[in-house]
């Protein structure tokens, strides 16, 4: 698992399949943009807006976090009748 938070708090989680948004609200589901295009997009961006968060940063985030992200990710996985997550 991979993220992108953006400055303003928006967290974009990968498990290198799917992707998923938590926004600052605590709202958390599947991601309007991959992984893969908001990388190469914020390429032009300055350094300072985003910054990568690495699997242990991810499963410390606050608030439960990482539990909303692990269900939205399981919640996709089912609706898109893919193997669960190991």
Not at 20 to 37: F, K, T, W
Not at 78 to 83: I, K, V
Request: proline fraction near 7%; include cysteine.
């Amino acid at each position: 698992m991979r993220g992108i938070r953006l400055s303003h708090g928006v967290l974009f989680v990968t498990d290198d399949h799917l992707t998923v948004r938590l926004l600052p609200s605590g709202e958390c589901g599947a991601s309007p943009i991959s992984y893969e295009v908001l990388e190469w997009d914020l390429r032009t961006e300055p350094p300072d807006s985003w910054d990568y968060l690495d699997e242990a940063a991810i499963r410390a985030l606050p608030d439960g976090g990482f539990e909303s992200i692990r269900s939205a990710f399981a919640k996709m996985r089912h609706q898109f009748n893919l193997p669960e997550d190991k």
